[in-house]
């Protein structure tokens, strides 16, 4: 197993029966002991023979600090492995880390990036100026 840090990642159930609610996923991951969830996100599907199921984001507040969550998030990290958490013996959801976290921090970055860039474009803006004012100031030198 690959050792991971422990962080706050969101993670992602690919199939969720429909008789599954918010609160039941979230009554689940914090009575395992796997970390205080701060909401989740159901996307609408469709299987093959036309029956809904549900994919569904969960998201948290934190990560509890144990064992069993630092052993479970080790695991949905691992490619080389399948992370699977029993809801209700011997039904199961195979547990993925969510793709959006690494989009939103992304997005997080790049928006850091653009700031940067109109703080340097503003910056240049003003040296520009400046450079005119001495330009003008010395030309006017000059003339005298």
Known sequence: MTTTTFTNISLFIT?????????RITHIFESLRIGQVSHTEF????DRNGKKYYSVHIHFTHWYDNVA??????????????ARLVYDDPWYWIVNKS???KKCKALQEAIAL?????????????????LAN?????????RL
């Not at 199939?15 to 609160?23: A, E």
């Not at 700031?115 to 400046?130: A, F, G, S, T």
């Not at 001495?134 to 000059?142: G, H, K, P, R, V």
């Open 15 to 23: 199939y969720v029966f429909p008789n599954i609610t918010s609160k």
């Open 43 to 46: 996307y609408d599907r469709l």
């Open 69 to 82: 969550a630092r052993n479970f998030q080790a695991r949905v990290c691992d490619p080389n492995q399948e």
């Open 99 to 101: 793709a959006t976290s």
């Open 114 to 130: 653009l700031e940067d860039i109109n703080e340097i474009n503003n910056k240049k803006r003003q040296l520009e100026e400046e």
């Open 134 to 142: 001495l330009n003008d100031t010395l030309s006017d030198a000059l």
